[in-house]
């Protein structure tokens, strides 16, 4: 009995083995991973409005901030730019110097509006960035920026 146990497990292992030779070679390879798609047009303007506060260029990033805000008087509006500065100042302090700003997530809620997401890294820290983006008549304009807490980011992905 044991003798006609080791044929059949011999004879299933071959065939098991020819069997997975003859498919690999009959069907196709499954497809490699491949490049990336491009980046949506949405997040090559929101990168351009991140890289300007990265930059520190704060004019022309609340330049493209400002029709977000339309709601907020003038007076409003600088107040909020100089607490945004303020406490930007805030990370590097509680944080150490600031290094690469990483893409996390977008968000889709429709073709014209985006949700992104990005991670600023400091030596002892990081800081989420979320912007929202709208696809106007006359191009991508920011809706809405903000810092929220990490634990807020979390449970909005």
Do not use: H
Not at 6 to 16: D, E, Q
Not at 69 to 98: C, I, M, S
Not at 99 to 109: A, D, K, V, Y
């Amino acid at each position: 009995m044991s003798r006609t146990v080791w044929w059949a497990g011999l004879f299933g292992g071959v065939m098991g083995a020819v069997l997975s030779f003859v498919m690999a070679r009959v069907l196709p390879a499954p497809a490699a991973g491949g490049s990336p798609p491009p980046p949506s047009a949405a997040r090559v303007f929101a990168d351009e409005v991140v890289q300007l506060l990265k930059t520190g260029k704060y004019d022309e990033f609340f330049g493209l901030l400002r029709p977000g805000f339309g709601e907020l008087p003038d007076d409003d509006f600088k107040k909020l730019r100089e607490g945004v500065l303020a406490t930007r100042q805030q990370f590097v302090t509680n944080y150490g110097e600031a290094g690469e700003l990483e893409f996390c997530r977008e968000t889709s809620i429709s073709p014209a509006l985006v949700r992104l997401t990005y991670l600023e890294k400091y030596q002892r820290g990081c800081v989420a960035w979320v912007i929202v983006v709208y696809d106007s008549p006359t191009g991508w304009q920011v809706l809405a920026f903000n810092f929220p807490s990490l634990k807020e980011v979390f449970a909005t992905l």
